[in-house]
């Protein structure tokens, strides 16, 4: 069973929902990733997803545009991304990483080589922006064979024939972005996610994470009560843009805690309270 797999399944047995916070590897700084990493887990964290800076991050808006710049102007390559992850893996080696990125980097090393290397670093899943399903059958295959969760995505937008191809291929959890447009853009419409999920839950078993407009506990617990993940990202960066290299870390434990027990209060109100 992958990590993945065991951390939903632990958390539907407690009747808790999973809190999956997004940074990008390399920002502000390299040396800032692995104790951010580590950060996000005391924060309590279930899942990380650890996005691989890229030049072109079509689906993302100007806040993780930034932070793409800001990793790849300090010599972050993907190469580099495995290498945090292996060092992270040196004291953790139970939360689940996911990377978060586009085809380009991956491809210019090679599918085969990049799913053997990421696998190696301790890599749990991987998900790929631009690889859509209708393309992605022999990339979930050899990921698959190097025991890592193909995830996918689907939007307000994926019909029935894009979700049943999610579901073929999907392991680990589908994410779901909840709102047509980019990364931190719009708000967040409850009403709209939760017409959505009974869709995609009646098609697959997989777990559904909910991603994109999310901004604070309030909006992280009304998705926590519909999804099985709560997925949030662009207030993280946010919130280290704001910061100095010596309190970032801080400033994203005490966010990342409040998101927690929003999410907790909301799915379980005994835990929710200090």
Same mark, same amino acid.
């Given at each position: 069973?992958?990590?993945?797999?065991?951390?939903?399944?632990?958390?539907?047995?407690?009747?808790?929902?999973?809190?999956?916070?997004?940074?990008?590897?390399?920002?502000?700084?390299?040396?800032?990733?692995?104790?951010?990493?580590?950060?996000?887990?005391?924060?309590?964290?279930?899942?990380?997803?650890?996005?691989?800076?890229? =030049?072109?991050?079509?689906?993302?808006?100007?806040?993780?545009?930034?932070?793409?710049?800001?990793?790849?102007?300090?010599?972050?390559?993907?190469?580099?991304?495995?290498?945090?992850?292996?060092?992270?893996?040196?004291?953790?080696?139970?939360?689940?990483?996911?990377?978060?990125?586009?085809?380009?980097?991956?491809?210019?090393?090679?599918?085969?080589?990049f799913a053997a290397a990421a696998f190696d670093a301790g890599v749990d899943g991987v998900l790929v922006v631009d690889y859509p399903p209708e393309e992605a059958a022999n990339f979930a295959q050899i990921l698959h064979r190097h025991a890592l969760d193909p995830i996918f995505l689907l939007a307000p937008t994926s019909g029935e024939a894009r979700i049943a191809q999610v579901a073929a291929l999907a392991s680990g959890y589908i994410y779901y972005v909840s709102l047509k447009g980019v990364t931190g853009a719009a708000s967040l419409d409850v009403a709209a996610v939760a017409a959505?999920?009974?869709?995609?839950?009646?098609?697959?078993?997989?777990?559904?994470?909910?991603?994109?407009?999310?901004?604070?506990?309030?909006?992280?617990?009304?998705?926590?009560?519909?999804?099985?993940?709560?997925?949030?990202?662009?207030?993280?960066?946010?919130?280290?843009?704001?910061? =100095?290299?010596?309190?970032?870390?801080?400033?994203?434990?005490?966010?990342?805690?409040?998101?927690?027990?929003?999410?907790?209060?909301?799915?379980?109100?005994?835990?929710?309270?200090?």
């Amino acid at each position: 069973m992958s990590k993945i797999k065991a951390v939903f399944e632990r958390l539907q047995a407690q009747g808790r929902k999973a809190l999956i916070p997004f940074i990008t590897a390399g920002d502000p700084d390299p040396v800032l990733t692995v104790p951010l990493l580590h950060t996000l887990v005391l924060a309590g964290a279930d899942v990380i997803e650890l996005g691989v800076p890229f =030049s072109d991050p079509m689906a993302d808006g100007p806040t993780i545009q930034r932070a793409s710049e800001r990793a790849l102007a300090k010599g972050v390559s993907l190469r580099r991304v495995l290498e945090m992850v292996a060092n992270f893996r040196a004291d953790d080696n139970e939360t689940p990483i996911v990377l978060m990125g586009y085809a380009n980097p991956i491809e210019s090393m090679g599918v085969d080589a990049f799913a053997a290397a990421a696998f190696d670093a301790g890599v749990d899943g991987v998900l790929v922006v631009d690889y859509p399903p209708e393309e992605a059958a022999n990339f979930a295959q050899i990921l698959h064979r190097h025991a890592l969760d193909p995830i996918f995505l689907l939007a307000p937008t994926s019909g029935e024939a894009r979700i049943a191809q999610v579901a073929a291929l999907a392991s680990g959890y589908i994410y779901y972005v909840s709102l047509k447009g980019v990364t931190g853009a719009a708000s967040l419409d409850v009403a709209a996610v939760a017409a959505r999920i009974p869709e995609i839950r009646a098609r697959t078993g997989v777990p559904v994470g909910v991603g994109f407009g999310i901004r604070d506990a309030a909006t992280a617990a009304a998705v926590a009560e519909l999804a099985d993940g709560v997925v949030i990202g662009s207030r993280i960066i946010e919130e280290l843009e704001r910061s =100095s290299p010596d309190d970032a870390c801080e400033k994203v434990r005490a966010l990342v805690a409040e998101i927690r027990q929003g999410i907790d209060a909301a799915t379980n109100p005994s835990r929710g309270t200090p």
